[in-house]
């Protein structure tokens, strides 16, 4: 679905941003691309939509190279930017000039999310809110129907029924087959749609799970004081300690926490990371 092999960029003034990065995602994974500020999240999708091109190394995503930009290619693949700079037309015509590029576009879907984020074709993109039109261009994403999305902070500038009803949206309208790369530093308003998590440090891929494998292997949640010193990672709270443990035997959990092991990984990542990929802890 998405390979990339030795991939290196670099902006022309600056330390470069990737290095020997290599990155694999399976089909149909709703991925939450994490990382600290300046690590490279944007730039990475850009690279994998083919709007930058990496001076070393391989990308493969849908069978594609994305630097050729082929219009076979880019009809499968759409990036929403965090930044939306759209000219000054209404919604309706938006998507009247740029649906057509997409052969899977769906009316009805895209009818019902104008609808669901309290929307008027009739209004003019260039003159409402950066809510307003970061939901009109989420709902013209899920729309397309396409094999790949990729969103750069889609829940950035959106209130708080607004982030609700993006989440259910793409609930209710993501295919099996489809993938959605979700860059975000929301991640609690992303937390229940993402299956997997891919984690950028130090211009490489320091963590690359699934949800459902870590669930399986850490415990997430309130650490008794007799537990802190076995923990992988402990943090105060209102409610007390919390923390990370490794499960040795215990019954598989649903206490995944994004935030949790994110600041885990920051802080703790060599050792967090050699537990994982220990094979004597878990069997996959």
């Known amino acids: 679905m998405i390979t990339t092999k030795q991939l290196s960029f670099g902006y022309k003034s600056g330390r470069p941003v990737f290095s020997g990065l290599d990155l694999s995602l399976p089909q149909g994974s709703v991925v939450g691309l994490l990382g600290k ?29 994305p630097r050729e930009r082929k219009v076979a290619f880019l ?34 879907i895209a009818h019902e999310l104008i609808e669901t984020f309290s929307l008027d074709w009739k209004m003019n ?11 009109a261009l989420i709902a013209f994403a ?8 990729l969103l750069d902070e889609p829940t950035n500038g959106l209130d708080i029924p607004s982030k609700g009803e993006f989440r259910r949206a793409v609930a209710r309208h993501l295919s099996e087959e489809q993938t959605v790369i979700i860059s975000t530093h929301q991640v609690r ?14 211009g490489s891929i320091y963590c690359n799970e699934s949800i459902a ?5 850490l415990y997430f949640g ?12 402990t943090e105060p709270s209102l409610g007390g300690t919390v923390g990370i443990l490794p499960l040795q035997g215990e019954a ?33």
């Open 222 to 233: 309130l650490v008794s004081p007799d537990e802190e010193a076995r923990a992988l990672y």
């Open 37 to 65: 500020n300046g690590e490279g999240k944007t730039t990475l999708l850009k690279n994998l939509c083919g709007q930058l091109f990496s001076k070393q190394g391989e990308i493969n995503v849908l069978g594609f190279t």
């Open 142 to 149: 899920l729309s397309l129907r396409i094999p790949l999305l």
């Open 213 to 217: 494998d870590l669930s399986e292997r």
């Open 252 to 284: 598989v959990t649903d206490t995944f926490s994004m935030e949790l092991f994110f600041n885990a990984v920051v802080s703790r990542g060599e050792e967090l990371m050699r537990h994982l990929h220990t094979p004597s802890d878990t069997s996959k």
């Open 125 to 135: 993109l260039g003159k409402v809110s950066q809510g307003q039109k970061k939901k």
């Open 75 to 108: 009809q499968q693949v759409y990036l929403l930017p965090e930044e939306i700079h759209v000219p000054q037309i209404t919604i309706r015509r938006y998507f009247d000039l740029c649906a057509p590029f997409y052969p899977n576009y769906d009316e009805a």
């Open 189 to 202: 308003d992303l937390e229940q749609l993402i299956d997997r998590i891919v984690i950028l440090e130090r």
